[in-house]
């Protein structure tokens, strides 16, 4: 049986620069709620509790609301990331922050830290990273590269090789060209070769690096045929049409009509367990719908979806999107870390 919960791998909302498509489009894995599969988890966080299950909803909660804060200042433009690479690196980091620092993380991320405790949400990322790692389709991993001057406490490496996989790396940041070459080559190694120059620029004063990679490889359930992508006309914002690849598939696809987002949703099976749900506003309602997700709505379409006959047309796309993600992460509530009262006193 597929899935019940839902993990944010991908977020991505296609406006193919000038022309409005169809909104967020949303890749995620899924894992079944009622087995845990036999685990190599370390003392840490093997346990039998599912913290991994408990840290979803909030993942999900912090991919929306991180949605918005883009979509609302990204005007035009298409938006892709991956939630959670980013609050896997930024729970990371909080391991090392002290007081408002560290609540203004959390609570950006959308931990609720009156209903989930800190060390739940460190074993739940654990947890989560080892299924990530394990399933072979999805590779994902972190790492902390610090200059060779700095001293760091053992606790936090500890935690953070211990909670997070994390590798860690003593380089020379003084040489910045060699870092760079460095911390480029270290994840497109990682990475089999999919991911290259991450690093585009480090600035002068830059002493540590903290890096998370994700890479998603999947295969549709129902293949597009490429004989059958066509050059199609594509609704775009105002009025405007215009001529782009579409992948054609008619095939049978969960399917559900929401009367209050004005939008209909598509589940598109990769044949793997992760899932595209592709949310299709009315014309003139993208930036209603933009403003208006929340993480219920997808268990709202869970429960109510329905395998319906289609002839789904989606856009063929490539995007190379880079973003500065500070202004967003402060907008979210986390303003100490990156101004002059950041406390990483922990690292
Ligand atoms: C945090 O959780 C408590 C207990 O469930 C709740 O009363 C409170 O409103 C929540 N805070 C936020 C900001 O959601
Ligand atoms: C990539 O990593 C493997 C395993 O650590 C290593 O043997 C190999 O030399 C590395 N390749 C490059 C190009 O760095
Ligand atoms: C789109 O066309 C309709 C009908 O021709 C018109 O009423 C509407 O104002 C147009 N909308 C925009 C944004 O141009």
């Avoid at 990769?270 to 299709?280: G, T």
């Amino acid at each position: 049986m597929k899935a019940t919960i839902y993990l944010s791998l991908f977020l991505i909302g296609l406006q193919f620069h000038y022309y409005h498509f169809t909104g967020p489009h949303v890749v995620q894995g899924s894992y079944p709620n009622t087995q845990q599969r036999q685990s190599t988890l370390d003392q840490e966080c093997n346990t039998e509790d599912n913290f991994w299950h408990k840290i979803i909803p909030y993942n999900a909660d912090f991919a929306f609301r991180l949605y918005k804060e883009m979509s609302s200042t990204i005007e035009d433009k298409n938006i892709l990331f991956s939630p959670i690479s980013i609050s896997s690196a930024l729970a990371m980091l909080s391991l090392g922050a002290k007081s408002e620092t560290q609540s203004q993380i959390y609570e950006g991320l959308a931990f609720n830290l009156s209903e989930i405790e800190q060390n739940e949400i460190h074993k739940g990322f654990c947890q989560l990273m080892y299924r990530h790692t394990d399933t072979t389709h999805v590779k994902t991993g972190s790492a902390l590269f610090l200059d060779k001057t700095l001293e760091v406490l053992p606790t936090f490496l500890e935690d953070i090789r211990n909670l997070y996989h994390a590798e860690d790396f003593s380089i020379d940041f003084l040489n910045t060209r060699g870092a760079k070459q460095h911390i480029n080559d270290y994840i497109e190694n990682k990475t089999n070769g999919a991911i290259i120059n991450a690093v585009k620029y480090l600035s002068k004063n830059t002493r540590m690096l903290l890096v998370n990679y994700i890479l998603y490889k999947g295969e549709w359930e129902r293949r597009f045929l490429p004989d059958l992508t066509l050059e199609e006309d594509f609704f775009a914002y105002g009025n405007t049409t215009v001529k782009l690849n579409m992948m054609l598939n008619t095939a049978s696809y969960k399917f559900v009509r929401d009367e209050e987002l004005f939008c209909s949703v598509v589940e598109v099976p990769f044949s793997d367990v992760a899932v595209a749900l592709f949310i299709l506003p009315e014309q003139g309602k993208l930036k209603d719908l933009e403003s208006s997700l929340v993480k219920e709505d997808l268990d709202k379409w869970r429960t109510s979806f329905q395998y319906k006959d289609l002839k789904l047309s989606i856009p063929k796309f490539s995007a190379y999107p880079s973003y500065d993600v500070k202004r967003f992460l402060q907008r979210l509530g986390m303003r100490n870390a990156f101004n002059q009262h950041a406390d990483l006193s922990g690292i």
